[in-house]
């Protein structure tokens, strides 16, 4: 069965280091969106790209946090330099499309503990 | 600006029905979902309801939308120590969005006794 592939499953870092997380969407998904879950909280939506763009980033925070999925399967979440404040589950999702009602199926998400 | 409410705990006794309710704030709202989350796992779509529902049924779960008082309801019926998990209630912040761009609520913990 195909599913949204996340790594790591877990991270640990040091504040002020650089971590990456990486998400491999359903193939023929066009849309992927990353989540951050702060534990106790509901997941918020971070970036949102169509193919290879960028549609929603308005509540990335774009200081120290950076999206890419440069060819439009794959993306990659960056955070430099990470705070203690982003110890949080970071999941990724996709879909078919941005269309109405389109399902969108979640990976397992990355758990990071900054320290 | 959009909200989602939830209460934060739940706990029935096994063959028990639960309700979990939610209250949402954005009226143009076309879509309303339920997922659920074990501990540490992603999230899981368990049912969804279109706004011009009222109701949906899919085997143990029954959907209720009050779209006036914006009010959703799950309800669980004979709820199993397997249904044990978080449930978040969710929204599309806007008309015709994918089920990726959802605000959700914080979510409801749900404690089956056995």
């Known amino acids: 069965e195909a599913e949204v592939a996340q790594s790591p499953r877990y991270k640990i870092t040091e504040k002020s280091q650089a971590v990456a997380f990486w998400c491999d969407p359903i193939s023929g998904h066009a849309t992927l969106y990353w989540y951050r879950q702060i534990l106790g909280q509901g997941p918020e939506l971070l970036v949102q790209?169509?193919?290879?763009?960028?549609?929603?980033d308005s509540q990335l925070p774009k200081d120290r946090f950076s999206a890419e999925r440069l060819k439009g399967v794959d993306s990659t979440l960056k955070i430099q330099p990470a705070e203690l404040g982003d110890s949080a589950m970071y999941l990724c999702a996709s879909s078919l499309s941005d269309g109405g009602g389109t399902e969108a199926f979640f990976g397992q998400g990355t758990r990071l503990t900054v320290v | 600006g959009e909200d989602v409410e939830q209460s934060l705990f739940l706990s029935v006794r096994e063959g028990d029905s639960s309700v979990i309710n939610c209250t949402y704030t954005d009226s143009s709202s076309t879509y309303l979902y339920w997922y659920k989350q074990e501990p540490g796992a992603g999230l899981q779509l368990l049912t969804y309801?279109?706004?011009?529902?009222d109701m949906k049924q899919d085997q143990r779960l029954t959907v209720l939308l009050n779209k006036k008082d914006k009010h959703l309801s799950l309800r669980i019926a004979d709820t199993q120590t397997g249904d044990s998990a978080i449930y978040f209630c969710?929204?599309?912040?806007?008309?015709?969005?994918?089920?990726?761009?959802?605000?959700f609520g914080k979510g409801t913990k749900l404690s089956v006794k056995p």
């Open positions: 790209f169509q193919d290879e763009s960028v549609v929603d």
């Open positions: 969710a929204e599309t912040p806007r008309e015709g969005g994918s089920q990726g761009n959802l605000i």
């Open positions: 309801i279109f706004s011009n529902m």
